[in-house]
């Protein structure tokens, strides 16, 4: 299971479903709603961006979801949790989650590193940049762009 906030879904985010499918016979990408964030984009609209980033593809399934990400893990089934590290600070907080939710419920983590040439994406920039009027074209995934852009509040 791989969960986050997505807000928005990156192509980062893409890179490591893709790249994990390989080693999972299904990835659910678990979209949590952040009460303490003024959403960029409504659950129900990361919901429907992330399914049409995935839609060819069978073995990914997209869900909403709250509360501890393993009783989420446990709720859809999940025998693994998937993050993604883009720098070192990320792998520090990854590695002590990862230690927590082991204890919690004996689920493993698998951290994989984010390709070069998307370390430096991450949803607060692509943010940042919409709000200032910049192109995010080349930060969220190509065939879902204009679903994008019509569903950001």
């Known amino acids: 299971m791989f969960q986050g906030s997505f807000d928005p879904f990156t192509r980062g985010h893409e890179s490591i479903v893709l790249r994990a499918l390989p080693l999972f016979d299904e990835i659910v990408v678990a979209v ?3 009460i303490s964030k003024k959403p960029f984009m ?3 609209n990361r919901l429907d961006f992330i399914k049409q980033v995935f839609a060819g593809e069978p073995r990914v399934r997209v869900v909403a979801s709250s509360g501890l990400t393993v009783d989420v893990a446990r709720e859809v089934g999940a025998t693994c949790l998937l993050r993604g590290v883009r720098m070192i600070q990320d792998f520090e907080n990854e ?6 939710n082991r204890r919690l ?3 493993e983590t698998v951290l994989l590193y984010t390709l070069p040439e998307y370390s430096h994406i991450s949803s607060t920039i692509v943010r940042e940049l919409y709000a200032y009027k910049q192109d995010i074209s080349s930060y969220i995934p190509q065939n879902s762009l204009q679903n994008l852009l019509g569903k950001i509040e």
Do not use: Q, Y
């Open 105 to 107: 419920s004996g689920i």
């Open 95 to 100: 590695m002590h989650m990862a230690e927590i």
């Open 32 to 34: 949590v709603s952040n």
């Open 42 to 44: 409504s659950l129900e």
